[in-house]
């Protein structure tokens, strides 16, 4: 078990060295979060506010008002764009708000929503070109994405080579280990389900489908997608219409956070603009997707000869993801106040978290004002009487734990801990013998999934006692819908890099992979996602910012052309 840990200890410390120098550091220069703002602003007016403008026209599109089944492609636009909304609209929707707001303070949302307004074009920019350089394959399929035009249309192969190696890292990572972790601990937390159960079973079930292919991918995804969809919104427009007073008071809140940033209620790393700007970008690409390069590889098994019909459906992505279900999710969360409400909450010692041992003197408060002169240096021993700390209190997740005791089984504890240098609690009795059943308890912020699942809780608790279980079951079809989803991402990128031989290896590791990811440690598994999303990104960003002149003339051309349905409106 201590060589499981140590190796993903290293591979945490490796990866965060990774995201910081792709994402920049979001005190000084947000890198990432920059570039992805700044191609999307220049896609944005280069196509002439498209994503406005092709709104009504897109909508058409998915109705199948100009379906033809002579059209070359494997799937329909609707089963295109909710396979695509299957890897989007997952658990980023849900614990990837949570974790934005957590952070970055409610005004990160804001930010979200600029990411995803101006990632409508972005996607509609990156789809068109998938559609426009897609290739048949010797079976009868299509495969296309970043790696193909950008491979023909800017004639870089390693840089497309570069670009589905990293997609099909990443489809281990953010499409498969995160949603796959996230809905073991939602079950585990609603239902007592161990984690390994939950992975094991999803594993299967992940198999399953994706064994059939985009086929079988594209039938399931529009059978689960809009159920879920439809069963999450009304949770959280039921809600709202609750909490109607507090929505008002909610805006304004995630507007002047953003602006003036006061909100994030832990952290030394401080609620500064360029931290809620970074937290609400970040969390924005992670679900929505726009820039990243995976929706195109999905779009360009469409069923049609227009590069441009296709393009204007993938802009409704962000528009469903974070416009509408993201917003869904953090007004909830501010509405109902818990983001900044302390819960009791138990957590064993023997888990990895993000926890600093302060002053008790310095750590008074429950703001962002927490700096590092609080900290207590690494492997300092504390005496714990009666399992109260003395002198000192413990930061979990950037968040003061207040009323902190410390048990040894049922027994408040009398000994000593420390915090190591990699965030490590350590519980000692007063022998000096390490302790591995010891708990911590105490109030805490909720962080993710959980603080989702409590503005549920709190929200519904009038008229449905089992919120946060709601909560828990969304997670598992938004979780399982992503992992089959992205697995088609990463397959086709695979196959790009070493054709037909590399696809059943490459589903069997997937498989593996899920139910790797469902117990391995949180924090391993995000450093390992937001390092792979911001590999993706670059290259993908550079294509359709220097190919963006080709998209603009297939949009000058295809809207200048009379679009008669295929199908006679009814």
Not at 275 to 295: H, P, Y
Request: glycine content about 10%.
């Amino acid at each position: 078990m201590e060589i499981f840990e140590t190796i993903a200890e290293h591979a945490k410390a490796f990866f965060d060295h990774v995201g910081n120098a792709i994402w920049g550091w979001p005190d000084f220069f947000p890198l990432q979060a920059m570039f992805l703002l700044g191609a999307g602003l220049f896609l944005t007016i280069r196509l002439k506010f498209i994503n406005i403008r092709g709104f009504v026209h897109a909508i058409r599109i998915v109705k199948g008002d100009f379906d033809d089944p002579n059209d070359p492609g494997d799937i329909t636009h609707f089963q295109a764009l909710t396979t695509a909304l299957s890897a989007t609209v997952g658990v980023g929707n849900i614990a990837g708000v949570a974790t934005a707001i957590h952070y970055g303070g409610p005004g990160a949302l804001l930010w979200m929503w600029v990411t995803a307004g101006l990632g409508m074009t972005t996607k509609f920019t990156e789809c068109s070109l998938a559609l426009r350089y897609r290739v048949k394959n010797n079976d009868g399929t299509v495969s296309g994405g970043p790696m193909y035009y950008i491979s023909e249309g800017l004639r870089l192969k390693p840089l497309a080579f570069f670009f589905a190696a990293c997609a099909a890292i990443s489809s281990f990572g953010s499409g498969n280990a995160v949603q796959a972790h996230t809905m073991a601990d939602s079950m585990h937390a609603a239902f007592g389900i161990p984690t390994w159960i939950t992975g094991g079973v999803g594993a299967v079930i992940v198999a399953l489908v994706i064994l059939g292919g985009i086929k079988r991918i594209g039938a399931f995804t529009s059978a689960v997608v809009p159920v879920m969809a439809a069963i999450y919104t009304l949770a959280t427009v039921t809600i709202l219409i609750i909490f109607a007073k507090e929505v008002p008071g909610a805006l304004l809140t995630i507007v002047r956070d953003a602006l003036r940033p006061t909100a994030a209620l832990g952290g030394f790393a401080g609620a500064t603009f360029l931290f809620g700007l970074t937290w609400g970008v970040k969390r924005g690409l992670f679900s929505n997707e726009a820039g990243q390069g995976s929706a195109p590889i999905a779009h360009a098994a469409a069923r049609t000869e227009e590069p441009i019909r296709e393009g204007s459906v993938a802009l409704l992505e962000p528009f469903i993801d974070t416009l509408t279900i993201c917003t869904l999710t953090g007004l909830v969360i501010v509405a109902t106040g818990v983001w900044q409400n302390k819960q009791q909450a138990k957590l064993p010692m023997n888990v990895q978290s993000n926890i600093t041992l302060v002053s008790a003197g310095c750590a008074v408060g429950t703001n962002s004002k927490l700096n590092k002169a609080c900290a207590l240096p690494p492997n300092i021993k504390v005496m714990v009487r009666g399992g109260r700390l003395e002198g000192a209190a413990l930061v979990v997740n950037h968040s003061l734990v207040d009323d902190a005791q410390v048990f040894n089984l049922a027994s408040p504890l009398d000994g000593m801990l420390t915090v190591d240098a990699k965030s490590k609690l350590r519980v000692y009795d007063s022998s000096g013998k390490v302790l591995d059943g010891a708990r911590l308890e105490g109030k805490m912020l909720q962080n993710g999934g959980p603080l989702t699942a409590s503005a549920f809780q709190a929200g519904l608790s009038t008229i449905f006692p089992w919120g946060s279980h709601l909560v828990a079951i969304c997670v598992l079809l938004f979780a399982l819908s992503t992992a089959i989803g992205w697995s088609y991402y990463g397959e086709r990128s695979a196959h790009y890099l070493l054709r037909d031989r590399v696809v059943l290896p490459y589903r069997t590791i997937f498989v593996v992979m899920h139910f790797v990811g469902a117990v391995i440690p949180l924090e391993t598994v995000w450093s390992f996602a937001d390092a792979a999303l911001g590999m993706m990104s670059l290259p993908n960003l550079i294509a359709i910012v220097l190919l963006s002149g080709q998209v603009a003339r297939m949009s000058r051309d295809y809207f200048s052309r009379d679009h008669v349905p295929t199908k006679k409106l009814s």
